[in-house]
């Protein structure tokens, strides 16, 4: 069954406040991904965002270093529906960056891997490491975020995302960093490959690679639902 993208929620640029983003109506069966950003302190006093849809779990993190920025990636199932909230927490006055994607079925992580660079990056390439697959049918979804970037132009455009990409959403800190998440369906089973977004020059980034696949069997309803047996 192919994962569909139904809604996505996105934190304003430049907050350094807990930011809640509100879902226009979830159903029970749905499956969030959702990125959480940091730019600034430490991964280890981050603390987890949240969610009144159901319990989150921690996918994978990146540390790219400290006072730089961090990443989180988590897995929620929607256990209640309606318009339900996802919460960033504030980490220390840092800007905080949050993205979720809802996801119109139960899916499983299928892998993840984490890319760390460190303030010696001399490339606006910004490469986010390949994940291998076990079935078809997957959605490749990957979080790169940019620090230490000065003034960034242009509003949500200072990243450009990989070819064969659907850029999801951005969130930019004026003076700081910003945060960008995409999609690509991956068909067949295998090793992904990498993904290389651009930046408009060289600056330390993070990126975190996740690949998640339908868990709900094709022609099954969701919700627990039955089929009426027509005589």
Same mark, same amino acid.
């Given at each position: 069954?192919?994962?569909?993208?139904?809604?996505?929620?996105?934190?304003?640029?430049?907050?350094?406040?807990?930011?809640?983003?509100?879902?226009?109506?979830?159903?029970?069966?749905?499956?969030?991904?959702?990125?959480?950003g940091?730019?600034?302190?430490?991964?280890?006093?981050?603390?987890?965002?949240?969610?009144?849809?159901?319990?989150?779990?921690?996918?994978?993190?990146?540390?790219?270093?400290?006072?730089?920025?961090?990443?989180?990636?988590?897995?929620?199932?929607?256990?209640?529906?309606?318009?339900?909230?996802?919460?960033?927490?504030?980490?220390?006055?840092?800007?905080?960056?949050?993205?979720?994607?809802?996801?119109s079925?139960?899916?499983?992580?299928?892998?993840? #891997? @984490? +890319?760390n660079?460190?303030?010696?990056? *001399?490339?606006?390439?910004?490469? &986010?490491?390949? =994940?291998?697959?076990?079935a %078809?049918?997957?959605?490749?979804?990957?979080?790169?975020?940019?620090?230490?970037?000065?003034?960034?132009?242009?509003?949500?455009?200072?990243?450009?995302?990989?070819?064969?990409?659907?850029?999801?959403?951005?969130?930019?800190?004026?003076?700081?960093?910003?945060?960008?998440?995409?999609?690509?369906?991956?068909?067949?089973?295998g090793? #992904? @490959? +990498?993904?290389?977004?651009?930046?408009? *020059?060289?600056?330390?980034?993070? &990126?975190?690679? =996740?690949?998640?696949?339908? %868990?709900?069997?094709?022609?099954?309803?969701?919700?627990?639902?039955f089929?009426?047996?027509?005589?």
């Amino acid at each position: 069954m192919t994962v569909s993208v139904v809604e996505v929620l996105k934190t304003p640029d430049a907050v350094t406040t807990s930011q809640t983003v509100t879902s226009s109506g979830m159903s029970v069966g749905d499956t969030l991904v959702i990125f959480y950003g940091s730019d600034y302190y430490q991964l280890s006093n981050m603390p987890d965002a949240t969610s009144t849809a159901g319990t989150l779990s921690l996918l994978g993190s990146v540390d790219i270093g400290t006072n730089l920025g961090h990443i989180k990636a988590y897995l929620c199932p929607v256990t209640t529906g309606g318009a339900q909230t996802v919460t960033f927490p504030n980490h220390i006055d840092c800007d905080i960056y949050g993205s979720v994607l809802r996801i119109s079925s139960t899916v499983t992580q299928d892998g993840s #891997t @984490g +890319t760390n660079f460190d303030s010696s990056s *001399t490339s606006a390439s910004e490469v &986010a490491s390949g =994940v291998t697959t076990t079935a %078809s049918d997957r959605l490749l979804c990957i979080a790169w975020l940019a620090t230490l970037t000065g003034a960034i132009p242009g509003g949500d455009t200072a990243y450009t995302a990989p070819g064969t990409m659907t850029k999801r959403s951005e969130s930019d800190a004026n003076n700081f960093s910003s945060m960008m998440v995409c999609t690509e369906a991956i068909p067949t089973a295998g090793a #992904t @490959g +990498t993904r290389t977004a651009t930046w408009q *020059t060289a600056r330390p980034f993070g &990126a975190i690679s =996740v690949a998640v696949g339908s %868990s709900t069997p094709t022609g099954q309803p969701k919700n627990g639902a039955f089929l009426p047996l027509l005589l």
